[in-house]
């Protein structure tokens, strides 16, 4: 391990140096390029040095124990040597993991599609619910949403909705979620006081930037349009909404969220360069998801992943078996302890995948 920990850090000083020469501050792209290896690697680089010291330390102790003859500094040294094995223990674990590659997307913003499935108009509904579960998460953990397009239920909620959102890691917490949500419910389209099974489906992508993706403005054909949502009069009557169709693919964005034009359009390029980027995306997901047994964050966007039961107040998500029952606090944004633990099963099967 100590091998591969400096030919880590031999890459760590050469990408250093790299980003002090000229020609590399002068090539934007490469120097992002560089700047994120940088950024990914001091982690593991600060993991080094301690695991470093801890083995210098291990080495002095054995070495007090050989040579010194005072059986008070032996036993001191002795106990030093129980403590330093065991943290040099816990060091390699947590060094494997961070040695194993992270998702390259992991850091990025995130566009997030929520759409209603089978169950007609409580299927709109249930698409409405969880995207106020997730706006209430997104609140806590300080994120910013722009909504970039959505088509009302005819009773309430979304048939569609699709949100940019923007943070630190959005992409790396949120992709778990993308998958099949159903609920078990009685609706309130429903007279008869039945339980009902309703399905929303979500998606979620990362951002692509601009050095991800070359879209070329030729490429594009842009109609306006007068705005259907909400936001008074003059986003009803200008042309202010915006509808991108990329010809070489047929790939159709609108957004109609801002009063301004120009805001709709940019908006609207965001998500456009990232579906043009899920297609290559995509591959990159299922040759993952071929080498996996139990993939936690699967290409296969068609999988049931959680189901939300709201006669025993349950939630339960079935690619790790983890159930709770208090369905109010987590349709109010309590998401941390599931993302964590479907993090945590994730983790564990990298690791089990990279010793293997």
């Not at 309430?156 to 959005?170: P, R, S």
Request: aromatic share 8%; charged share 30%; glycine share 6%.
């Amino acid at each position: 391990m100590l091998e591969k920990l400096e030919a880590i850090n031999e890459r760590f000083l050469e990408i250093e140096q790299q980003m002090n020469e000229p020609d590399v501050m002068n090539d934007m792209k490469r120097y992002v390029k560089l700047s994120k290896d940088y950024k990914d690697l001091q982690p593991v680089i600060a993991a080094y040095k301690e695991y470093k010291t801890t083995l210098e330390n291990i080495d002095s102790a054995k070495q007090v124990l050989n040579t010194e003859k005072d059986e008070e500094f032996r036993d001191m040294a002795k106990e030093e040597l129980a403590l330093l094995t065991e943290k040099r223990e816990k060091m390699e674990t947590d060094i494997r993991l961070l040695l194993i590659p992270a998702d390259p997307q992991d850091n990025k913003n995130a566009v997030f599609e929520i759409r209603a499935g089978t169950g007609g108009d409580e299927a709109s509904i249930f698409a409405g619910d969880l995207y106020r579960m997730y706006i209430k998460f997104f609140e806590k953990k300080g994120w910013k949403v722009d909504v970039v397009d959505f088509t009302e239920g005819t009773v309430g909620g979304y048939k569609e909705i699709v949100l940019n959102v923007n943070g630190e890691g959005v992409y790396g917490q949120m992709k778990y979620e993308s998958g099949v949500h159903r609920v078990q419910r009685v609706p309130q389209t429903e007279t008869q006081g039945r339980v009902h099974t309703s399905a929303a489906s979500v998606v979620v992508l990362p951002e692509a930037e601009e050095f991800d993706v070359e879209v070329k403005m030729s490429d594009i054909r842009k109609d306006t349009f007068c705005s259907s949502g909400p936001g008074g009069q003059s986003v009803n009557t200008t042309y202010s909404a915006i509808r991108l169709t990329h010809i070489p693919t047929g790939i159709v964005v609108s957004c109609q969220d801002q009063k301004s034009q120009i805001k709709n359009f940019d908006k609207a390029m965001v998500v456009l360069r990232t579906r043009l980027f899920e297609l290559e995306y995509n591959k990159y997901l299922n040759e993952i998801a071929s080498k996996r047994k139990t993939m936690v964050s699967t290409g296969d966007r068609s999988a049931k992943i959680r189901t939300y039961n709201y006669p025993q107040s349950r939630v339960t998500d079935h690619r790790i078996n983890y159930t709770m029952y208090n369905l109010p606090v987590f349709m109010d944004g309590d998401l941390q302890d599931i993302l964590d633990a479907l993090q945590l099963a994730e983790n564990a099967e990298r690791l089990k995948e990279a010793v293997g």
